[in-house]
């Protein structure tokens, strides 16, 4: 049982590793497709926003993350006795 | 000749990366307690995963509308290649330490030093767990890439022979493929499988890209730049200095 619950996690941890920027990406594939399908706008401008989002959502969480690790590594919570 | 090609690469490079990972695995068990164990664990992961394959396959393929299929297939490709892609640029810039499988090896081989029974479960289910999980992803790759393209058969012959590659490298040299430039490798996949991912998704969407599959090396440009820039903020980021 527990084999199988690690191979569902390891499973899901293929496509998600932080829930916020898997939210964010979500989000702005669902706002493109609202544009594209729901408001008939134009699909240049949708795709390069699409595409220029995509990228700034990828540059802005890494360096989140790059941030995260620094200030941990910085201050190391004390270990439990 | 262009896109079969592109889809014949994307599924050998990152099918041969996951190849790699699988490899170390089965050569710890193999080599620290025998190799009847492993080859079994090995042989019922890759009989599991063509089934998968076959029921999950056809059903997805003949009972999602393509334009759902490219829309939910290039929703995960794309999470999937962003998931690469950030790892490989946390690596480039020196945040997270460079996958090694040396490390991998030892590690593995720690944890299976022992005495081994005659039936060896504890061998069986490494290299089951190892072999499955890694070509869960060989799966996923090939099926992504190849089920939204014409080019199924292409993606299909990719991953085969890239897993065809690393194990034949396997038996020859008996350890694990350090040398494989592996964090190089999913940097390219990663880029390469966040492009197609978007792709498909906008496809999916019912939008159609300028100049169709070509777009795809403009997709591919803006990820490079956009991870090449993050590397250089995340090294001069000043809690990182």
């Given at each position: 049982m527990s084999f199988l619950k690690s191979a569902a996690l390891q499973v899901i941890g293929l496509f998600v590793a932080d829930w916020v920027q898997t939210a964010v990406i979500v989000a702005i594939l669902a706002a493109a497709w609202y544009a594209i399908a729901g408001l008939h706008a134009l699909p240049l401008p949708v795709l390069v926003g699409l595409v220029l989002l995509l990228a700034a959502q990828h540059v802005w969480f890494a360096v989140a993350e790059a941030r995260r690790e620094g200030r941990s590594r910085q201050s190391p919570s004390p270990s439990p006795s | 000749m262009g896109t079969q090609l592109f889809t014949f690469g994307a599924a050998f490079l990152g099918s041969a990366v996951e190849s790699v990972e699988a490899l170390?695995?089965?050569?710890?068990?193999?080599?620290?307690?025998?190799?009847?164990?492993?080859?079994?664990?090995?042989?019922?992961?890759?009989?599991?995963?063509?089934?998968?394959?076959?029921?999950?396959?056809?059903?997805?393929?003949q009972r999602v509308p393509e334009s759902s299929l490219k829309l939910i297939i290039g929703t995960l490709l794309l999470l999937f290649g962003l998931r690469w892609l950030h790892k490989a640029v946390l690596r480039s810039a020196g945040v997270v330490a460079m996958h090694d499988e040396d490390h991998a090896y030892q590690q593995t081989v720690s944890q299976l030093q022992g005495a081994v029974e005659r039936r060896?479960?504890?061998?069986?289910?490494?290299?089951?767990?190892?072999?499955?999980?890694?070509?869960?992803?060989?799966?996923?790759?090939?099926?992504?890439?190849?089920?939204?393209?014409?080019?199924?058969?292409?993606?299909?012959?990719?991953?085969?022979?890239?897993?065809?590659?690393?194990?034949?490298?396997?038996?020859?040299?008996?350890?694990?493929?350090?040398?494989?430039?592996?964090?190089?490798?999913?940097?390219?996949?990663?880029?390469?499988?966040?492009?197609?991912?978007?792709?498909?998704?906008?496809?999916?969407?019912?939008?159609?890209?300028?100049?169709?599959?070509?777009?795809?090396?403009?997709?591919?440009a803006v990820f490079l730049s956009a991870s090449q820039l993050a590397v250089m903020l995340v090294r001069r980021s000043p809690v990182l200095a």
């Open positions: - | 170390t695995i089965v050569l710890a068990v193999g080599l620290t307690r025998g190799w009847r164990a492993p080859l079994y664990g090995t042989v019922a992961a890759l009989v599991s995963l063509a089934v998968l394959v076959v029921v999950f396959g056809q059903l997805i393929v060896d479960w504890v061998g069986f289910v490494i290299a089951f767990k190892g072999v499955f999980l890694e070509g869960t992803e060989v799966v996923f790759i090939v099926v992504a890439v190849g089920g939204t393209s014409k080019y199924f058969p292409e993606a299909v012959a990719g991953g085969l022979l890239a897993m065809l590659v690393v194990a034949v490298i396997g038996v020859v040299v008996r350890k694990p493929l350090a040398r494989v430039p592996e964090n190089t490798l999913k940097y390219a996949v990663g880029i390469i499988l966040t492009s197609l991912g978007t792709f498909w998704a906008a496809e999916g969407m019912g939008a159609s890209w300028p100049f169709d599959f070509v777009s795809i090396f403009f997709l591919v």
